[in-house]
């Protein structure tokens, strides 16, 4: 199983998008300053994960959803509770 996650900045309010087999560990390691492009938004914390059966899947997801560089789809994700590509 593997989970398409969005933070958000507590410092800065904005977004960001990943994929991870196992999201507590992940959320430790970005706040934690392991990841280069988050070391200075933290603290992060998770706003929205869903689960896919495979990591293949979850990446199509992730890469979809960084494609459309839009707010205002993260926004309504999270408030949805659901990310509904179409097909």
Same mark, same amino acid.
């Given at each position: 199983?593997?989970?398409?996650?969005? =933070?958000? #900045? =507590?410092? #800065?309010?904005?977004?960001?998008?990943?994929?991870?087999?196992?999201?507590?560990?992940?959320?430790?390691?970005?706040?934690?300053?392991?990841? +280069?492009?988050?070391?200075?938004?933290?603290?992060?914390?998770?706003? *929205?994960?869903?689960?896919?059966?495979?990591?293949?899947?979850?990446? +199509?997801?992730?890469?979809? =959803?960084?494609? *459309?560089?839009?707010?205002?789809? !993260?926004?309504?994700?999270? +408030?949805?509770? !659901?990310?509904? =590509?179409?097909?």
């Amino acid at each position: 199983m593997c989970t398409v996650y969005i =933070l958000k #900045s =507590l410092r #800065s309010g904005r977004y960001y998008i990943g994929s991870t087999t196992n999201l507590g560990r992940r959320l430790k390691e970005h706040n934690l300053g392991k990841t +280069k492009s988050l070391k200075y938004s933290r603290p992060l914390e998770v706003v *929205f994960s869903q689960d896919y059966n495979s990591a293949e899947e979850a990446r +199509k997801v992730e890469y979809k =959803l960084k494609s *459309f560089k839009s707010r205002e789809i !993260i926004e309504r994700i999270i +408030k949805d509770k !659901i990310i509904n =590509l179409g097909s």
